[in-house]
Structures are given as structure tokens and as C-alpha cells.
């Protein structure tokens, strides 16, 4: 979507993230979500939500477009690079009717999907990566989610790093819990064995070292979320 006005391009990417950098600006780091900044979070949450359209999809990367290995940015919160604990095994509940652990077998046992689509981070920089997985909508069928849980929580054993999404963005056909990428095994620097990827979120929101996936009636917030950054943070 874009609209030409006095010369000038404007895409909604560029508006939204306009608005939430002016939206920080005026942060108040201990009261995140009050006063005006508040103010702003819900509005920007509102016009982002009914902007997003779930069945428009990211362009896929053509294979010349991936970024060189070793170049793709690595984050974490920890001190070093979390390594997954012994007897690793992903967490799902909430408002579920067959609440449960999976392991990253059962999982590859799930129908698998595949796509190279660009990641953007709320930093400025983009890069692109081939990633492979799950579909975050084939885990909620598969454990029967209550269409009253209008939202979805990730949890990670970095630093209990979390987020928590809108529905329709988690059950995007592009949302996906990958344990691959480039072809290979998910590597422990970009979130292994299992992290959240998505073509309609900023990268903050892409939470790595998957420890529980809770399908819930209201969001949670989230690591950066709690300290003022932009709750939906779409693409």
C-alpha cells in the first residue's frame, strides 16, 4: 500500500515506524504504557491492526538476494549464546483443548513449510535468510485453540525474553516456528532448536529459543514492549 503526496512516497512501513519513533521520543521508561505515550500505543495499535491484511503475503527473495553466511545479525539478551537446556521440549496451553509438549521431533513430523522472505529490524537494517518450519495455525489446530484466545504468547529460556501477538498476525500463513534455516538445522546463535519467525513482524517480535507457546484471551506485552517499544510492531 502506497499513496503519492506532494511528491513524496509514502509507504505504510515508513508511516508506522514514523509514528513510533515519535512515540519513544517522548517515552517515559516507567510508565511504558501511560500519559501520552499510551495515547499513541493504542491508536498506533488500532490503525495497524485494521490496516493488516491476513492473507497478503511478503514477496519471496529471489536465492541472489540472501544475505552472505555469517552477515546475518545474531541477538540475544543473555551474556553468550543460550544453548537449549537438557530434554528441550516446546510448552503449549492457555485456552486450549489438548494442552501439551512437543518435541522438535513431533514437530517435524507437522506439515512443513518453506519461504526466503526479508526481515526488517526496528534498528534500520534488513536482511534475508531461507527459513523452514511450522506453521504457528497448523500448532493451534493441532491442539484445538479456543477461538476466544485472540491472542498468542512466546516464551524463550533467553532471559525469559517474551512476547505476546495479535491472532490473525500469529496465524498468518507466514508465521511459522522454524527449526531450519539456509537449508540447514537452526543454528544456536539465531535461536535453536526452535524460534518464531514471520513476514508481518519487526524482528523484535521474532522471538528465539522457544520454550512455550500459550494461546490466550489477552496479550501479556513482552520484553521491549514492557520497556515502551510498540506493541504490534507490523511490517
Not at 120 to 143: I, K, M
Not at 158 to 168: A, Q
Request: hydrophobic share 40%; charged share 20%.
Amino acid at each position: 500500500m502506497s499513496d503519492r503526496r506532494g511528491g513524496r512516497l509514502l509507504t505504510r512501513r515508513s508511516w508506522l515506524l514514523g509514528t513510533a519513533a515519535v512515540a519513544v521520543s517522548a517515552c517515559d521508561s516507567s510508565r511504558p504504557r501511560q500519559g501520552f505515550l499510551g495515547v499513541m500505543e493504542r491508536f498506533n495499535q488500532r490503525v495497524q491492526a485494521g490496516l493488516f491484511d491476513p492473507e497478503q503475503l511478503a514477496p519471496e527473495e529471489p536465492v541472489a538476494a540472501l544475505t552472505r553466511p555469517g552477515a546475518f545479525p545474531q541477538y540475544f539478551i543473555s551474556d553468550r549464546v543460550p544453548l537449549a537446556p537438557a530434554g528441550w521440549a516446546l510448552k503449549v496451553g492457555g485456552l486450549v483443548a489438548r494442552p501439551g509438549v512437543l518435541s522438535l521431533e513431533d514437530l517435524r513430523l507437522m506439515p512443513r513449510t518453506n519461504y526466503r522472505i526479508r526481515h526488517h529490524c526496528v534498528e534500520g537494517w534488513s536482511a534475508v535468510a531461507s527459513w523452514h518450519g511450522v506453521r504457528v495455525s497448523e500448532l493451534a489446530r493441532l491442539v484445538g485453540a479456543d477461538p476466544q484466545a485472540r491472542f498468542v504468547e512466546f516464551r524463550s529460556f533467553d532471559s525469559n525474553y517474551f512476547s505476546s501477538w495479535d491472532g490473525p498476525s500469529a496465524l498468518h500463513p507466514q508465521t511459522i516456528l522454524a527449526y531450519g534455516m539456509n537449508g540447514e538445522p537452526l543454528p544456536p546463535e539465531h535461536g535453536a532448536p526452535l524460534r518464531l519467525y514471520s513476514g508481518v513482524k519487526l524482528g523484535y517480535k521474532m522471538v528465539k529459543y522457544l520454550t512455550e507457546v500459550n494461546f490466550l484471551p489477552e496479550p501479556t506485552g513482552g520484553y521491549w514492549e514492557d520497556r515502551g517499544y510498540e506493541w504490534f510492531a507490523g511490517v
